[in-house]
Nanobody, 124 residues
């Protein structure tokens, strides 16, 4: 069974930083697309950033300029560095992945494997 586990969430004040980590177990090989999504109660899950096997990255929009996604060399561990956090960054952050090649998408429907999520709370 493929499992994704997020870690690194927590509570910080506005302007602070966090680094989320997603580790994978139960998968043989390299997952092609790995991404971060987030969700707040009552809203749809939205893409934040992603990275493929060749470290090509995507970010949803300019508001995510304070996020940086990265990936370990040749592996399936992915990171999300979040700096200058704002209260509206408060959400549950999820790691997601899939193995088929092609353009990595910001649509949750494209991803097969999901973590359980980690809470990020930013206070003003």
């Amino acid at each position: 069974e493929v499992q994704l586990v997020e870690s690194g969430g927590g509570s910080v004040q506005a302007g602070g930083s966090l680094r989320l980590t997603c580790t994978v177990s139960g998968y043989t090989g390299t997952l092609y697309c790995m991404a971060w999504f987030r969700q707040v109660p009552g809203k749809e899950r939205e893409g934040v950033a992603g990275i493929n096997q060749y470290r090509n990255t995507w970010y949803v929009d300019s508001d995510k300029a304070h996020f940086t996604v990265s990936r370990d060399n040749g592996g399936n561990t992915v990171y999300l560095r979040m700096g200058n956090l704002r209260p509206d960054d408060t959400a549950v952050y999820y790691c997601a992945a899939h193995s088929y090649r092609g353009a990595c998408s910001d649509s949750p429907d494209k991803y097969i494997y999901w973590g359980q999520g980690t809470q990020v709370t930013v206070s003003s």
